[in-house]
């Protein structure tokens, strides 16, 4: 069976970098940080973290939601909408000649609307069922972002999320590209969105020690590859990205921004949360997604790590690039946009797409920043602190999740 070609039209961006495509690019270039003391919570006194990656100064578009329903909705699809909207836009698929069937959208997120699930179990505990919103399921299922997107575009393709941890807008990337690659769908708009900066998932992910706790100095507690990284730091946005059957995209004259090559997946059947020392599931994804693009492995020039920053995971990723890509690992430029952003969970691996799509665009790769110490197990060429200059012609992101899920991604310049 011969595959379609998958064409990248459009993309946007929201983190805590900043609240479009444009502003996070120029600030991930500059090696800024999104990170701080985070602001929508007043009462943190008995908090063991209290920053993050969190979005400021984000109102929604009323055009995309009618502002009496924005406080009923959960800010992950609101991310949704926003970036979604930057990249439709940017995309022209709105004037595209394409069935509304065959326009699909499939988004991934981690946790869904875990804001509002604190905020009603709140009010429940405290007033009673009858005082919990009538709004709360559909504001937090995980579904609704891709909901919401199709009602206000009228788009009727295929139409669902993906939650597999940390790596659910990469998995749903991916299968959004076979969707096209196998003719079932024209279009899709994919990538992902989150937003569980709140107290009970803070409370969770510190008490499993897996966050950093550098409170006095937020900006420089993601750092990836470091000898004194102590865990992730959370953070929050979204990431969208629409993909187009190649043929179809030229032939309207679209314009594209790089094209999508191979997809991988896999699990590491080690640890629910631990990452296989030697990186075994994240090598099997990262081989798929090689064999299926058809390229050699030294034809990759850059690598937008998974890099959370934690003891653990950056060792064995390390441990997984130098096996797959042999001497050609030293050669390679690999970075970690974590360190700027946090991590973003669900929307983690359709943010750093983006930032793959935007190296090969530019030819400039965004730097790992607070590397100041680097690792002697992690021995690469990690861009450290500042951005690089260079112009490969193939990226590849990673993205692994709790559960041992993984997914690897392969994006052309165009």
Known sequence: MKLNRVAVTGIGAICGLGNSLNEVWANALEGKSGITRLERHPNMENWAVTFG???????????????????????????????????IQMSGILEAKYAPEKIGILLGTGLGGFPHIEMNHQAFLEKGPRRVSPFFIPSVIPNMAPGLMSIHYGFKGINFSIASACASSAHALGVAASEIMMGRQDAMITGGTEAVITGYTIAGFANMKAL?????????????????????????????????????????????????????ASADAHHFTAPHPEGLGALTCMNQAIELSNIRK???????????????????????????????????????????????????????????????QT?????????????????????????????PQYALNNSFGFGGTNSSTIFKKV
């Open 53 to 87: 990656g969190e979005v400021k100064n984000f109102k929604l578009d009323p055009k995309l939601m009618d502002p009496k329903d924005q406080d009923r909705f959960d800010l992950f699809n609101q991310y949704a909408l926003h970036a979604g909207e930057e990249a």
């Open 212 to 264: 950093s706790k550098r409170n006095e100095e937020p900006h420089r507690a993601s750092r990836p590859y470091d000898v004194d990284r102590d865990g992730f730091v959370m953070g929050e946005g979204a990431g969208i990205i629409v993909i187009e059957n190649w043929d179809k995209a030229v032939a309207r004259g679209a314009k594209i921004l790089a094209e999508v090559v191979g997809f991988g």
């Open 298 to 360: 030294e034809d990759i020039g850059y690598v937008n790590a998974h890099g959370t920053s934690t003891p653990l995971g950056d060792v064995a990723e390390t441990q997984a690039i130098k096996k797959v890509f042999g001497d050609h690992a030293y050669k390679l430029a690999v970075s970690s946009t974590k360190s700027m952003t946090g991590h973003l969970l669900g929307a983690a691996g359709g943010l750093e797409s983006i930032f793959c799509i935007k190296a090969l």
């Open 363 to 391: 030819g400039i790769l965004p730097p790992t920043i607070n590397l100041d110490n680097q690792d002697p197990m992690c021995d690469l060429n990690y861009v450290a602190n500042k951005a690089q200059k260079k112009d």
